[in-house]
């Protein structure tokens, strides 16, 4: 064994022999290391579980009229819902972004999109027709709108996004909870998967990310104009029937 084997191992048997002085010296044990962890952590998994709880409340608020829908206008105009709580790491991120100050009631206020709800549809029409009928929902509050269909991003990004309020009812009182609903279309929501994906390529030269830029534009217009055209044999149907 080498001479500097030897001294690292005498440097963390010196550090251990230390550790056990000071745990002894704090009367440390595991019950109370346990205690110290679970006082950290509750108040997070608290925070998060309220965007879960809501989360719920919204998903279950669109498959009611989905259901409704269907026996009205003989069709479910929800293809799928998808939903996810924004995870710790990307929450940090937007926190450093936005200069927010680090604690729970903070980011509460500040972060909008905590909670996400994604409805895909099969026709624009349903996308506003669904969100006309949350909006109308006396616990339903409306926070912010940005209508991406017919204002489309740069980028030929297109979906309706709305930040809302929602009760929950918890345990001894009831919360207000922000939530993030996106509507979109199949197509649109298959362009934005695509989009996402090649965003985050490394390694790409600069002339092949200004191609494939353009590229997903024609893209997204070409997929807004399906769409457009498929509204209108829609259209066409019900006026027959």
């Known amino acids: 064994m080498s001479e500097n084997n030897n001294d690292i191992i005498k440097q963390a048997d010196d550090m251990a022999k230390e550790l056990v002085k000071f745990s002894e010296r704090i009367n440390f044990n595991e019950e109370m290391f346990l205690d110290i962890i679970q006082e950290s952590i509750a108040p997070a998994e608290e925070f998060f579980s309220y965007y879960a709880c809501a989360i719920m409340e919204v998903e279950t608020k669109f498959k009611v ?11 479910n105009p929800i293809e799928n819902i998808t939903s996810r709580v924004k995870d710790y790491d990307s929450i940090i991120r937007k926190v450093i972004k936005k200069n927010i100050p680090r604690d729970l009631e903070s980011i509460e206020e500040n972060i909008h999109d905590i ?14 027709r669904l969100a006309r009928c949350l909006l109308q929902q006396d616990d339903v509050t409306l926070i912010s ?42 197509a649109m929501d298959f362009w934005a998967s695509l989009e996402h994906k090649l965003k985050y390529k490394k390694n790409l ?18 997929s807004a104009m399906l769409d457009e055209r498929m509204q209108n044999v829609r259209n066409i149907i019900l006026k027959g029937e």
């Open 205 to 222: 030269p600069e002339e092949k990310k200004d191609m494939l830029s353009q590229e997903l534009i024609d893209c997204a217009n070409e």
């Open 65 to 75: 009229l989905n259901e409704m829908f269907s026996l009205k206008y003989d069709g």
């Open 145 to 186: 709108k940005k209508d991406y269909i017919k204002n489309p991003k740069p980028s030929g990004y297109r979906s309706l996004h709305l930040i809302i309020s929602v009760p929950i009812f918890l345990e001894n009182q009831k919360k207000n909870v922000k939530v993030e609903v996106q509507l979109r279309t199949i």
């Open 115 to 128: 909670a996400g709800v994604r409805v895909v549809c099969s026709f624009v029409d349903d996308i506003y």
